[in-house]
């Protein structure tokens, strides 16, 4: 199919320019080369073993709690031709803690985990790699015994990590199977066993994973000889017919990972202070790409909501942002193309605490950065990383801040260019007459 699609751009420029016009240097065979070997796409999963911990708890003095098994939803990308993989891991609901009585019931785990593994000696099908790395993510402890009651649940101790990690991975022509432990630094943690009292705890310092990801070369057609004029052709096409600059939607998941503790929470509801908020929520955008100064002029959509609650207080948290953003690429590293720039927007912020509910509606001012993955500039699609950050964000309760001023991370946003896909299309069309 592609190879049709390609003859018949060729055939409609050959029927309306003289073929020695073309350029056939904007994108250069070595140049596809090198881009699309750079990064692979990722998708697999894993088996994470948390190895358990002790607690202080009353009247009965040091108490182990047990190990929890977790599968996990990994998607990343291979990057620097097989010496870096960046990824992202998704909890799956199926989790297992091992801990029996005393506890009427415990949560130990971990949340969304973003992570970075180097190779020293590159990726390749057929052998093992030894790797180091370091990653960030939500670590999770609450219990329920059977004689507390716990009206809006129990509470929970929620805190980021960012462990280091090491081991091996094996490489087959399409499979990478990865297996690692995590050395967690702080182990130590505080937990709320009355609204007003906390006690001790500690978690074991290693955790195991096993995992397996399938990658995919998604570009390499790009580098073969049919490849590397097929978008020299597009190229052309589209700077003839002043197509280069372009609207777009986007849309992908984002997380919202808190920064910092809010004094509401810590004034107001301690049992409540150490647990974190924020969560999913679905980043939507539309804008335009300028392509000669190579500028994004967009407006997105994010709504969050989250609840949490101990003993007798249960809080609902929610936030609605129109955005207004700009950013300027900054270069572009064999398909790497890294941006920033500033945004403006109107912020709907709400907190129910049990029946009670506060709002307010505020413009604020913040940064966003992140990267594209686009090696050429002829594609009706890309994927992109965004971050989004409003310093200072927060709703006042009783004259105490509750912060909102989360890191909004969304690893992978699908981008698609409107129209182009329809644009190469009206050429092929005119083949077929």
């Given amino acids: 199919m592609k190879q049709i699609r390609l003859l018949a ?47 202080e708890l009353p009247n009965r003095g040091r108490t182990d709690f047990g190990p929890t098994l977790m599968p996990r939803l990994t998607i990343g990308g291979i990057h620097f031709w097989g010496h870096a993989d960046f990824y992202v891991t998704f909890p799956l ?8 009585a005393p506890f009427e019931s415990v949560h130990y785990a971990e949340g969304i985990e973003t992570g970075a593994r180097v190779y020293p000696w590159r990726l390749r099908a057929g052998t093992l790699r030894p790797y ?37 991975t094996y490489a087959t022509p399409s499979f990478l199977f990865t297996g690692g432990i995590h050395l967690l630094g702080k182990r130590n943690f505080q937990y709320a066993i009355t609204p007003e009292q906390e006690t001790n705890g500690a978690f074991h310092a290693l955790s195991f994973t096993l995992g397996v990801v399938r990658y995919w070369d998604l570009d390499r057609d790009a580098r073969t000889e049919r490849g590397v004029q097929q978008e020299n052709l597009k190229h052309h096409l589209l700077e003839k017919n002043n197509k280069m600059s372009a ?23 301690p049992a409540l202070y150490r647990t974190l908020t924020g969560g999913f929520m679905l980043d939507v955008a ?21 609840e949490i609650g101990a003993f007798g207080t249960r809080l609902r948290l929610q936030r609605h942002s129109f955005m207004l953003e700009a950013y300027k690429f900054l270069f572009n590293y064999l398909g790497f193309v890294p941006y920033a720039g500033v945004t403006l927007s109107m912020e709907n912020l709400r907190l129910r605490v049990n ?23 002829t594609g009706s699609s890309l994927l992109r ?35 182009r896909e329809r644009f190469y299309g009206g050429f092929r069309k005119k083949q077929g007459r």
């Fill in 9 to 55: 751009l060729q055939f409609i420029l050959c029927g309306t320019l003289n073929a020695q016009q073309l350029p056939d240097t904007t994108y250069t065979a070595d140049y596809l080369d090198r881009s699309t070997r750079f990064a692979w796409t990722t998708l697999g999963g894993d088996l994470t073993l948390l190895p358990g911990g002790h607690i």
């Fill in 93 to 100: 609901p199926l989790r297992k803690n091992f801990s029996g």
């Fill in 132 to 168: 180091i790395g370091i990653s960030f993510k939500p670590l999770s402890y609450g219990h329920a015994l059977p004689e507390t009651d716990y009206e809006a649940g129990f509470p929970r101790n929620q805190r980021f990590v960012g462990p280091v990690q090491a081991g091996l």
């Fill in 247 to 269: 609207f777009y939607w986007a849309i992908g998941p984002s997380a919202a990972l808190q920064l910092g503790k809010s004094p509401y929470l810590k004034n107001q509801h």
């Fill in 286 to 306: 539309l804008g335009y790409h300028w392509a000669r100064p190579d500028l994004n002029v967009g407006l997105s959509y994010r709504f969050m909501g989250d």
């Fill in 355 to 377: 029946n009670q509910q506060i709002a307010e509606q505020k413009p604020a001012l913040g940064l966003i950065a992140g990267w594209d993955i686009r090696v050429t500039r």
């Fill in 385 to 419: 990383t965004n971050l989004r950050y409003i310093p200072g964000l927060a709703l006042t309760v009783e004259g105490e801040r509750m912060r909102f001023d989360h890191l909004e991370f969304n690893f992978i946003q699908y981008v698609r260019y409107i129209g």
